[in-house]
């Protein structure tokens, strides 16, 4: 079952592992998503169920969907079927690359959208021109392109040489120039009130909707319940801690996202905005803190190009998910793999393009509550979906792959895990699945 085919990669080193996994997680999710999700769900009351539901259920399907990814060598559908040969449970499997498709369509979208600020910064430096976002349809569809097509070509350069390069000196400037933009947004006056606002959770703000907001956002921000970490382990090496390695990316990854939060908030307080302003919140937020800021355009370069690196080396693992099927099952060449799969997300992610620039009816439609095509695609591939893939993954473990051979799975390269082997199966066997379990119906039925 775990023998390696010749023509798979594999991680340089561990750190190479943790690099490009949270280059997987780190991304639009941190910067975008968190601020947008904490911003319509209470503030402070979702920042604590966020970070509960981080430790309690996330940290736990993370060492759980690295093992069953390192212990199979393979990409989710064939992880599933070296388990369980010509059982249903491969259904999994495909949805988890379905999952990955939807996501990889209207992420590529917003990263767009991140990539046009960084050209609209470089104008305004070069050219002096002002800051305006035209949201013009053929500009979105050409930088939404342009995006996939980046994406596209680090990919078909293979695991390595493609992904593990571009996070090793990216990531850290991305921390510090998010230090700088904290440092300036907290000097506005009357920000104090965001940093409270971000942080005292008001208990009577804890619905069952936030509660599931809040559990999907962590399995969205740790690339959770799609198989991008099963994939991503797969090419992890027997020597390596799957315990070292699961815990630095959801440290790593949960940081990132809390120091948005006290970039975005101070600011849109001290400037007037609505926290609950949805998926636009950071695009109206921060050029106008750029806007007051000396040396703003230069900022503003720097931070989203850097966005743009966070969002390419997660949309690289979307994109890597799916592919890692078609090369190894379907025995299709990478490259064909990569441009067949870009140019379906192209198709799938037009609606959301069009949304994004105004176009009706994508704008006034509404699917399962959510206005607009985009929020609706992220609600129904970001929210239920990867809820219900972590949730099928923990089924998977329990009544298939066996949570012994998970554990000891886990405990090849980080000897020290025997300490916490029985309260990691307990936490898979009844805490994650009853928890997950009853946020999804909860929230369904109200
Ligand atoms: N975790 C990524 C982010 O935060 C998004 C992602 C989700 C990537 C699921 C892969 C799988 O931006």
Do not use: M, N
């Given at each position: 079952m775990s023998a390696q085919s010749p023509r798979r990669g594999q991680w340089g080193s561990q750190i190479g592992f943790i690099l490009a996994a949270a280059g997987s997680a780190v991304g639009l999710g941190n910067i975008w998503r968190f601020p947008y999700m904490a911003g319509q769900n209470g503030g402070g009351a979702f920042v604590l169920v966020y970070l509960v539901c981080v430790l309690v259920i996330a940290l736990p399907v993370m060492f759980l969907e690295i093992s069953l990814g390192r212990a199979t060598h393979r990409n989710p559908v064939g992880a599933i079927k070296a388990v369980?040969?010509?059982?249903?449970?491969?259904l999994l499997g495909y949805l988890a690359l379905l999952t990955g498709l939807g996501i990889l369509s209207y992420y590529s979208v917003i990263a767009g959208k991140v990539l046009t600020y960084c050209a609209l910064y470089v104008r305004k430096l070069?050219?002096?021109?002002?800051?305006?976002?035209?949201?013009?349809t053929v500009e979105v569809v050409i930088y939404f392109a342009l995006f996939l097509i980046l994406t596209v070509l680090v990919v078909s350069g293979g695991v390595q040489r493609g992904?593990?390069?571009?996070t090793k000196i990216l990531m850290p400037l991305l921390v510090v120039i998010m230090g700088a933009i904290i440092v300036r947004s907290l000097l506005l006056p009357g920000a104090m009130a965001g940093v409270k606002w971000f942080v005292t959770?008001?208990?009577?703000?804890?619905?069952p909707r936030v509660i599931l907001n809040a559990m999907s956002q962590g399995f969205f921000s740790l690339s959770l319940g799609m198989g991008a970490m099963l994939t991503y382990g797969s090419?992890?090496?027997?020597?390596?801690s799957i315990v070292t390695c699961g815990t630095s990316v959801v440290l790593f990854d949960t940081v990132i996202a809390i120091l948005a939060g006290f970039m975005i908030f101070p600011a849109v307080f001290a400037l007037g905005?609505?926290?609950?302003?949805?998926?636009?919140l950071i695009f109206q937020v921060l050029p106008k803190v750029f806007g007051g800021m000396e040396g703003g355009a230069v900022v503003g370069i720097v931070f989203f190009f850097l966005l743009c690196v966070a969002a390419l080396t997660s949309t690289v693992s979307l994109l890597e998910v799916v592919t890692a099927y078609f090369v190894d099952?379907?025995?299709?060449?990478r490259r064909r793999s990569v441009w067949t799969i870009g140019a379906a997300a192209f198709i799938v992610g037009l609606p959301s393009a069009f949304d994004l620039a105004g176009i009706t009816p994508w704008t006034s439609i509404t699917i399962l509550g959510k206005h607009g095509f985009l929020e609706a695609m992220d609600f129904l591939w970001g929210n239920l979906s990867l809820a219900i893939g972590s949730l099928l993954l923990c089924v998977f473990a329990i009544a298939v792959w066996g949570l012994k051979n998970a554990a000891s799975e886990i405990e090849i390269?980080?000897?020290?895990?025997v300490r916490f082997r029985a309260v990691w199966i307990f936490f898979i066997r009844w805490i994650c699945p009853a928890l997950i379990g009853v946020i999804l119906v909860s929230k369904l039925v109200s």
């Open positions: 369980a040969p010509r059982s249903l449970w491969r070069v050219l002096g021109e002002g800051i305006v976002y035209s949201g013009a992904i593990e390069r571009w959770p008001d208990f009577s703000k804890i619905t090419y992890l090496s027997r020597k390596d905005g609505d926290p609950a302003a949805g998926s636009t099952e379907r025995r299709w060449s390269g980080s000897p020290g895990f």
